[in-house]
């Protein structure tokens, strides 16, 4: 299997919406894997991060519950074997949960071919990182909201600059023993951290293999509020254009938006995004995939034959693009620099 990165780069670089649609309709109807699966296996963060939901008292309230191991066995048995990857962790802090090396395992067992980990890594110990990349994990993601102690444990509250400092050494030392694991940094620029995105080498150094620049979003109430991209557009050329060709120099894969997306992301007006509903499944503790999908008792075949799911993908495929407008921005369309 290659890499995921380069199944996304061919993604970006068909710009035919229909196109893109055909291929995964003709994907769906021969049995192959192309979902991705997003599973926060449990409601909870140890972090209250400013730019977080996490960081909202009412809307902390609303989000707890976990899965059982037995449940996420269930799930896996049912979706996994169309998953081209696996991201554990995606809206909370998966490092919680306490049979996360093993969730990390069914990944392997139903041979997805991309097992990430997004986690905020304040609690992964050098132990349970090696058992998870001996369970079969591809790819560690942390992320960061700064590159200073100062900034990092302002914006990362109840994180600890020296835990994360920690881990990216024990992520050296396990990349000796499986070179082939990789490592992410997601960071969230606002107005507060744009300038720290040149310490990025001093402080992640040679162990980065991707990064995502990702311009502040709202996602939901939040503490910190500053949602002006003006200054980030106007940095672009100055701050993060170097960034990205310094990635290019490094062979690192780079994630970020182009100039201009930034500003029409302002604007809150977002593509048709058919593919990425169609190639999205998103599993918590309250809820799984489709609204009306229980793995209890079906599979994502007996599902897709119930819903015509095939056939919908066709339709889809061939029916009009649908532009849209949205009040919370939760997608960005990414380039892989
Ligand atoms: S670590 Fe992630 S989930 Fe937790 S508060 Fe921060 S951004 Fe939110």
């Known amino acids: 299997?290659?890499?995921?990165?380069?199944?996304?780069?061919?993604?970006?670089?068909?710009?035919?919406?229909?196109?893109?649609?055909?291929?995964?309709?003709?994907?769906?109807?021969?049995?192959?894997?192309?979902?991705?699966?997003?599973?926060?296996?449990?409601?909870?963060?140890?972090?209250?991060?400013?730019?977080?939901?996490?960081?909202?008292?009412?809307?902390?309230?609303?989000?707890?519950?976990?899965?059982?191991?037995?449940?996420?066995e269930a799930i896996a048995a049912s979706l996994f074997h169309r998953a081209l990857k696996l991201q554990v962790g995606c809206g909370a802090e998966p490092t919680l949960h306490k049979d996360l090396i093993k969730i990390i395992g069914l990944g392997k067992k139903y041979k997805v071919p991309y097992i990430s980990l997004t986690t905020n890594g304040n609690l992964l110990t050098k132990e349970q990182l090696s058992a998870a990349v001996e369970n079969g994990l591809d790819e560690l993601t942390l992320s960061a909201h700064g590159f200073t102690r100062e900034t990092y444990e302002y914006l990362m509250a109840n994180g600890k600059f020296d835990l994360f400092k920690r881990l990216l050494a024990d992520v050296a030392d396990v990349k000796k023993k499986y070179p082939r694991f990789k490592l992410r940094i997601n960071y969230t620029i606002n107005n507060a951290n744009l300038e720290e995105l040149s310490c990025i080498w001093d402080i992640v150094g040679s162990q980065l293999d991707i990064l995502q620049l990702r311009p502040i979003q709202k996602i939901g109430d939040s503490e910190y509020n500053d949602f002006d991209l003006t200054r980030i557009y106007a940095s672009y050329d100055t701050v993060l254009q170097p960034l990205i060709e310094e990635c290019r120099r490094r062979n690192i894969i780079c994630l970020a938006p182009d100039k201009r997306n930034i500003i029409m992301l302002e604007e809150n007006e977002v593509d048709d995004n058919s593919f990425e509903k169609a190639t999205y499944c998103y599993v918590s503790p309250r809820e799984c995939w489709k609204d009306d999908f229980d793995y209890r008792t079906e599979t994502f075949e007996s599902y897709a034959a119930r819903r015509h799911l095939g056939r919908q993908l066709l339709g889809k495929a061939f029916g009009k693009a649908k532009r849209q407008k949205v009040d919370v921005t939760r997608k960005m369309n990414y380039n892989i620099k």
């Open 1 to 72: 299997m290659g890499n995921i990165y380069r199944i996304l780069r061919l993604g970006t670089q068909i710009k035919s919406r229909r196109l893109k649609l055909l291929g995964l309709w003709l994907f769906h109807v021969l049995g192959r894997r192309y979902i991705g699966v997003f599973l926060d296996p449990v409601m909870a963060c140890n972090f209250r991060c400013k730019m977080c939901y996490f960081s909202d008292e009412e809307k902390r309230k609303t989000l707890k519950g976990s899965l059982r191991y037995e449940e996420i």
